[in-house]
């Protein structure tokens, strides 16, 4: 975030000075008040890309093996363009690296789910997956709550085609 706060600080300086650059070749000829919003403009362009590009930039950061599980996309009205170009804002994955299976019944797995959110602390879950039924349940203990996969949500599919 920090970082990120840097290079929308570096694109507005660019944007001033390459306001400036044009007014100097203009033989200054533009008003003032262009440098300023150059600077913003160059701020707002590098804070959308970086919007953009926060899922494709965390996700290549997982560990080699990583499936993503769902994407959530959607448009806020702090940020307009979004309705038109929805951007990817939150992503569920698993790692096949951190699956268990269970030795008496290998049609059961333990795996550990990431939920991922812009400008949010990875939240993992663990998760039981019963293969031969079909079902997942979140947590651990003696009556877990099975649920069927879903077209938004397949950890089944997910775990057991890697398990």
């Known amino acids: 975030m920090f970082l990120e706060l840097i290079t929308v600080f570096v694109a507005g300086f660019a944007g001033a000075g390459m306001t400036m650059l044009l007014n100097k ?12 919003v ?7 362009l ?3 890309s970086l919007e953009y590009s926060w899922y494709d930039r965390t996700r290549a ?3 080699d093996g990583t499936k993503v599980l769902s994407t959530d996309a959607g448009g806020a009205a702090w940020r307009p363009w979004t309705y038109m ?6 992503f569920w994955s698993v790692d ?29 879950r663990v998760v039981a997956v019963d293969c031969a039924q079909q079902v997942w349940a979140e947590g651990q203990g003696d009556a877990p709550s099975w649920q069927e996969d879903s077209d938004v ?3 089944v599919a997910t775990v057991c085609a890697e398990g």
Do not use: C, Y
């Not at 000829?29 to 262009?34: M, N, T």
């Not at 170009?85 to 939150?90: E, F, G, T």
């Open 25 to 36: 070749t203009s033989g200054g000829r533009l008003p003032k008040w262009v440098i300023p």
């Open 38 to 44: 150059g600077a913003g403009a160059a701020m707002i």
């Open 46 to 48: 590098a804070t959308i």
């Open 61 to 63: 950061a997982l560990p």
């Open 85 to 90: 170009v929805p951007m990817v804002d939150r």
């Open 96 to 124: 096949p690296g951190s699956m268990l299976t269970n030795q008496d019944n290998p049609e059961r797995h333990i795996a550990r789910v990431v939920r991922h959110g812009r400008w949010a602390k990875p939240e993992a």
């Open 153 to 155: 949500f397949p950890i």
